[in-house]
């Protein structure tokens, strides 16, 4: 894992260098880059396994390259910003953020942060190909909802529906669990791992827009507990 590429996005070059200094003493390769314009051109030209990406940047701001990149492909993504607001959080992490690190931090925190993400990712792609390669079932329907796991496509009465990442992870489990009630913290683990440390309204703030995207989806509130994925009992 010491040979993954790492590109650090922040305007501010004293910030590129020295968290570009602490990961190149772990090995990785990285790259430093100033603006989001040129990032997204390294994504398609030669795009790195995981981004360090403020959230203030000139020109395309880090939400939006975010929002591009989670468009494409998985690979984890870190925000840092001077911004210490639940709403900036959870924003970064409905686009698609992995973690969100605010200024000033600790470089040794943020280096432990990463190696998490990507170590949690090399599992990830490591699940995916033996789903790939067995038995395990590749798709999910309840009723009008229909889930291709590996496609990462979402179906409701035949109509395909574009969730973000974290979007469909929070579905997929819900949707494997029908009718089980699920605590927030219970969905903050499998949606963000165990090592994010937000607020537990991420949770509601995706859920919000999972129903706005899907309406009629029978998500509902658990009082005092969480949220459930209401069914039937249709499943093939």
Known sequence: MDNFF??????????????????????YRTIGLENAEDAWELWRSDPPDMWVLD???????????????????????????????????????????????????SPRELVARIKRQLQRWYRLKGSEEAILNSDVKLQIHLGRLQLMLTERRVFWSGEETDLTLK????LKSLAENPNRA????????????????????????????????IDGLPIEAVW???YRLRTDGEES
């Open 6 to 27: 790492i590109a650090v996005v922040d305007d501010d070059i004293h910030i590129r260098n020295l968290v570009e200094a602490y990961l190149q003493k772990e090995n």
């Open 167 to 170: 979007e469909f992870d929070l």
């Open 182 to 213: 699920f605590t927030r913290d219970e969905l903050l683990t499998r949606v963000w791992g165990d090592d994010y440390y937000g607020s537990d309204r991420a949770v509601d703030h995706l859920i919000k827009r999972i129903r706005k995207k």
């Open 224 to 226: 005092g507990h969480g």
């Open 55 to 105: 959230l203030m940047l000139p020109g395309m701001d880090g939400y939006e390259l975010c929002r591009r990149i989670r468009k494409e492909a998985e690979v984890p993504i870190i925000m840092i910003s001077a911004r210490d607001n639940e709403v900036d959080k959870i924003l970064g992490l409905e686009l698609g953020s992995d973690d969100y690190l605010v200024k000033p931090f």
